[in-house]
């Protein structure tokens, strides 16, 4: 079956830490994206990619980095330099810009121990 | 940034009545997709409906349905009929095909009563 992967569901970092949330896609979907989702803010884009080997910064994208060296995986690294990254991270893809669907993840729950 | 807003924070409405959610959004493109989304308790993302900005004609899935103003910058959402798995986050969501990026709104948590 056709999807796309967050693993793990749930992750524990400690302070200082650098850690790497997954994100692999079997949909030959061109365009992918990640998301922070806390109560009352909605889906905030860290970062989104159009092709392998580009990407661009979204409207949250300080403490985090990313990478796009397959089509298939879009990892996001969450970085210690992120001052609160307790959140819901939710990975998504679309075969292209315009009016196509995006089928999401089923998200990551991170939490700073 | 170019914004999506959704004023509702919360919403309740009876079983098999109707409800209204709104959205208004600032874009500086000609051309770009509006979606709803919902996240039920399972926080899965289910695509509502989608609209093409040059497409007059409003979208229609079903018992859900929007009104789409293209001058005011509006795209309500319209669940006719609603049902306790309505209940759920609704997001509004618009896509720029120049830029390519996908932006939504803060969402409005919907309970459907019986």
């Known amino acids: 079956d056709g999807g796309i992967t967050q693993s793990p569901k749930y992750l524990f970092r400690k302070e200082g830490q650098n850690v790497t949330l997954s994100c692999e896609q079997n949909l030959n979907h061109d365009a992918m994206y990640w998301y922070r989702q806390d109560p009352g803010q909605g889906l905030r884009l860290i970062y989104y990619?159009?092709?392998?080997?580009?990407?661009q910064k979204g409207d949250i994208a300080e403490g985090y980095s990313v990478s796009r060296e397959k089509k298939e995986s879009f990892p996001l690294t969450v970085t210690s330099a992120q001052k609160n990254p307790t959140a819901f991270y939710l990975c998504?893809?679309?075969?292209?810009?315009?009016?196509?669907?995006?089928?999401f993840g089923q998200g990551t729950r991170l939490t700073v121990v | 940034a170019q914004t999506v807003t959704q004023s509702q924070p919360e919403m309740s409405v009876q079983e098999a009545e109707t409800v209204t959610l709104s959205c208004t959004y600032d874009t500086s493109e000609s051309n770009y997709y509006l979606f709803w989304y919902k996240q039920p308790p399972s926080r899965q993302m289910i695509l509502v409906i989608r609209q093409e900005a040059y497409k007059q004609q409003n979208a229609t899935e079903n018992r859900f349905s929007v009104n789409f103003q293209k001058a005011a910058k509006s795209f309500s959402l319209k669940i006719s009929d609603s049902q306790l798995g309505d209940t759920a986050m609704y997001f509004c969501a618009r896509a720029d095909g120049s830029q390519g990026n996908l932006i939504f709104g803060k969402g409005t948590k919907l309970s459907v009563k019986p």
């Open positions: 990619s159009q092709i392998v080997n580009d990407f």
């Open positions: 998504a893809s679309r075969s292209g810009p315009w009016n196509t669907e995006a089928f």
